[in-house]
């Protein structure tokens, strides 16, 4: 892929965050990776997302060299890039504060899975990590999240659990593309949505059954996966 046409398609995955009403302000951001060339593309550092244009977009190296920019890249870079050292299977990292993920983040919540359209995406409780401490906050905070994500996730394929929550933070997903990242993202804030409507119509809300959690998952990214439609060409 030319990093041309990766900018381009970070970019739209940006844009889409604001079309989905997860971000105000400037605050999010969507990055991309060319895994050939070891090359990330991320939204610069606090530009507003009706005036970002695709050329702003920064593109660095895996430890963080400015290819080409001449934009400061967001200051969630270092935690971007832990992810994609971390996690190889991933393509595309998305960070919101959207703002029912946010609110279980402030909680020190994990998401439950109570039904089945949170089991159509994500294969179990979406996690929320320990807080940081004061150290890993004063020195290395951004790289430190990007640390603690992976602790957290431990050895779940993270394309199984394309998300979590970062204690009295916000949300992180990824995926196979950017956009496929900001996908996850929008899933992950309707089912925070929901979870959190659950609780408080029964704070006894048992999650979804185990066989029912595995069958919407596994119809969907199993090995026979029947949902949508076959592939002819």
Not at 155 to 163: F, N, R, S, W
Not at 193 to 222: F, W
């Amino acid at each position: 892929m030319k990093l041309r046409d990766l900018r381009e398609q970070v970019w739209l995955a940006n844009m889409e965050l604001v079309k989905a009403g997860l971000v105000k302000l400037t605050w999010g951001n969507v990055s991309g990776i060319d895994r050939t060339k070891g090359l990330v593309v991320i939204k610069p550092s606090g530009v507003e997302y009706s005036r970002l244009k695709p050329a702003q977009l920064v593109i660095l190296d895996l430890e963080g060299k400015v290819v080409e920019g001449k934009l400061n890249p967001s200051t969630d870079t270092p935690t971007h890039l832990a992810l994609y050292l971390g996690f190889h299977s991933i393509a595309g990292v998305t960070h919101t504060h959207s703002v029912n993920a946010t609110s279980f983040a402030q909680a020190c919540m994990q998401i439950p899975c109570f039904g089945t359209t949170h089991a159509d995406y994500f294969a179990g409780h979406i996690p929320v990590t320990r807080m940081l401490t004061s150290e890993e906050t004063e020195s290395d905070y951004e790289l430190n999240t990007g640390r603690v994500i992976i602790e957290c996730m431990g050895e779940t394929d993270p394309m199984h659990m394309p998300g979590i929550i970062v204690a009295k933070h916000g949300a992180f997903t990824w995926g196979k593309s950017a956009m496929d990242s900001v996908k996850n993202s929008i899933v992950l804030e309707n089912v925070a949505e929901m979870a959190g409507n659950t609780i408080a119509l029964d704070p006894g809300a048992k999650p979804v059954p185990a066989y029912l959690l595995r069958k919407h998952y596994l119809r969907r990214h199993g090995e026979n996966a029947y949902y949508g439609q076959v592939r002819t060409v």
